[in-house]
């Protein structure tokens, strides 16, 4: 992985953020009924709070000044693109494209802690793959609670 300035990693992030909420936005377009479409539509609204959270964040550690673009192939890190055209999606599969997709995006940020050099950048990705971990015990919470 090449180097890359705090600055770039936090809009990578931004855009990793944005790119989940179009995605659940999509999805929710395909659920098979309310309870399912409810339920994208509060991991649309989250992953848009994490984008705001990591830029305001960012914002700070960086004196406001952020890259107007993001680097590398950012709208893939968070979503599944199997079910991005699928139809008629049940609860059950919404809970198991959302732990897809938290899983990935807690392993790319992993992976990115681990291969900077950078302190500053490292914590940063370091927190935001703890961030997505809850949501994946989250997730796994809640298909706990709808097996019983």
Request: net charge negative; aromatic share 8%; glycine share 4%.
């Amino acid at each position: 992985m090449s180097v890359i300035s705090l600055e770039q990693a936090i809009r990578n992030a931004i855009e990793v953020e944005q790119a989940a909420a179009k995605f659940y936005e999509e999805l929710a377009s395909q659920a098979a009924n309310d309870s399912t479409r409810v339920l994208f539509e509060k991991l649309r609204q989250e992953e848009l709070g994490h984008a705001e959270s990591i830029e305001a964040f960012g914002r700070l550690l960086t004196d406001g000044k952020l890259p107007d673009d993001a680097t590398g192939s950012w709208e893939l890190i968070e979503t599944s693109p199997v079910w991005r055209h699928a139809e008629g999606i049940t609860y059950e599969q919404a809970l198991e494209v959302a732990l897809e997709a938290e899983r990935g995006a807690a392993l790319y940020y992993g992976a990115v802690a681990s291969s900077v050099t950078s302190q500053s950048v490292r914590s940063f990705f370091e927190q935001l793959a703890e961030n997505e971990q809850t949501h994946v015990r989250d997730i796994i919470e809640m298909m706990d609670q709808d097996d019983r």
